[in-house]
């Protein structure tokens, strides 16, 4: 019977299918529950410590290692809105480009969406049109997934909105 189907195996479910972030309809559809089991699911399954609900019908799989999540921004930024990628300062910086570790994630979309605080860090999404977003790609930080500017992209951002870099002074020393 699917509702008795154990937090925990869903957790190692989802760690299998690499859905490391996911959302509760794909629960659902996953394991044949309606929208109140799997409600009651995730609920558990965030009281047990196994996931984090980001925001509505959002969640992390956090598994046995929360850590690993939490203390990685960037994946947790690309999971927050789609399509999206990160650039800017974070971009600069992940690529070597600047010393200065930024405190904000600033991720570019085509579609609007407000900024999000989410466990002390500030996610900025920048909205550029479509013909803007091209130039990034599937990295890898902490054996988690995330999409990145490459670097003359991070540059070209930076270039076009330094606001989002630190200022004209921190997009010249990444150049």
Not at 77 to 94: K, M
Not at 119 to 133: H, N, Y
Request: glycine share 6%; aromatic share 10%.
């Amino acid at each position: 019977m699917a509702q008795m189907i154990a937090p925990i195996s869903i957790a190692q479910t989802l760690l299998q299918k690499g859905l490391f972030a996911f959302q509760s309809h794909m629960v659902a559809d996953l394991f044949g529950l309606d929208k109140f089991q799997t409600s009651h699911l995730l609920q558990r399954m965030e009281r047990d410590g196994l996931v984090a609900r980001v925001e509505h019908g959002k969640y992390l799989l956090l598994g046995l290692t929360p850590e690993k999540v939490f203390a990685n921004p960037l994946y947790i930024g690309c999971n927050l809105h789609s399509p999206a990628y990160i650039s800017f300062w974070p971009a600069l910086h992940f690529h070597g480009l600047t010393e200065q570790v930024p405190l904000t994630v600033f991720l570019v979309t085509t579609r609007r969406k407000t900024e999000k605080d989410f466990r002390g860090t500030r996610f900025i999404f920048v909205t550029l049109k479509p013909e803007a977003f091209f130039g990034y790609r599937r990295e890898v930080l902490d054996d988690l997934p995330i999409l990145v500017a490459d670097p003359a992209k991070a540059i070209l951002d930076s270039l076009s909105l330094p606001e989002y870099a630190g200022g004209n002074t921190e997009v010249a020393k990444a150049l």
